[in-house]
């Protein structure tokens, strides 16, 4: 029995030492995507190997595709939700509190499927409260458009001068939207083109009618006979945000009780396991009681991926 603990230790070990090498590596690589680099001074403090490592020429190109698509979602994720963070320091951190948690569920638990569960968990968990931000911001600008649109009717309808127009409403519309449209306004006060202001405005203003509105400003800097469509625009929206207050009203509290339960079952765990020893003998050594543990940690998994797909349906 010794022997094939030490043999499965080592087993472990090993793999352990690869996986954390494999990622190592990937991580170096994803620091010479110009977009993801080190700050200069940071990179300056790093060891020389390092530092010659990533001042090579820069080999995005042989990046495996699902790394590229994971980096420039992050990126944009961090972006959209406010976080001002490296992503490679999000990465490490994933990868930190990722290990954290299955070294937790195998010292504490004693059992692999959910020590591995728990890891996964720890690395989604920032994922689903990035999205959940900037789910939040894009309900935010959502609220704020139908307010700015009709700005911009009545604006344009004085005045049928779109930069006249979008420059006023920018000025009156607050934050998050207030920034994205005056973005635009510089833009086209610094000489860029309709189309350029436009197509940052598509990026910007992600969703349905976000996209209608940018195509009616498009339309009515060479015909000023749209104005009417922004105001059939406005009662649109305005639609649409008692429909996102309801489902929102209606889910919030099956959501927060779903996600604070989940919460509680690592603490109970410990919890049980020191105040009543035969419980936790029973959740630690019992097949029982270890298939329980995995149930428990899987249904934490399972509940933040539908999460995750829920919040993440574009509106």
Request: with cysteine.
């Amino acid at each position: 029995m010794d022997y094939m603990r030490l043999a499965a230790a080592t087993v472990f070990g090993a793999g352990l030492g690869l996986s954390a090498g494999v990622f190592s590596y990937y991580i170096l690589r994803l620091a010479k995507i110009p977009h993801l680099a080190l700050p200069r001074r940071e990179r300056e403090e790093m060891p020389l190997v390092l530092r010659r490592f990533l001042s090579k020429e820069n080999e995005e190109d042989e990046l495996p595709p699902w790394l590229k698509r994971w980096s420039e979602r992050t990126s944009f994720m961090l972006k959209r939700s406010g976080v001002r963070i490296p992503v490679m320091r999000y990465l490490v951190g994933l990868l930190v509190g990722g290990v954290g948690g299955f070294v937790a569920g195998v010292i504490l638990m004693k059992n692999l499927p959910a020590a591995v569960i728990l890891a996964l968990v720890i690395a989604l968990a920032p994922d689903v409260v990035l999205i959940g931000r900037v789910q939040n911001r894009r309900n935010k600008i959502i609220e704020q458009l139908a307010v700015a649109v009709r700005i911009f009717a009545a604006e344009f309808g004085d005045t049928p001068q779109v930069p006249r127009a979008l420059s006023i409403t920018a000025r009156k519309v607050p934050s998050p939207l207030g920034d994205i449209l005056r973005q635009a306004d510089t833009d086209l006060a610094a000489g860029k083109s309709i189309d350029e202001v436009c197509l940052f405005l598509m990026k910007e203003l992600d969703f349905e009618y976000g996209r209608m509105f940018v195509q009616l400003l498009r339309l009515a800097w060479d015909d000023a006979a749209v104005r009417p469509l922004f105001t059939r625009l406005a009662g649109r929206i305005s639609n649409l945000q008692g429909l996102i207050y309801k489902n929102a009203s209606g889910m919030a509290y099956s959501r927060f009780m779903g996600m604070f339960v989940n919460a509680l079952i690592l603490p109970e765990f410990l919890l049980m396991r020191s105040l009543i020893p035969e419980t936790g003998y029973f959740l630690v050594y019992n097949p029982i009681g270890r298939l329980l543990v995995v149930v428990c940690f899987l249904s934490i998994l399972v509940g933040m991926l539908l999460d995750r797909a829920l919040s993440g349906v574009e509106t």
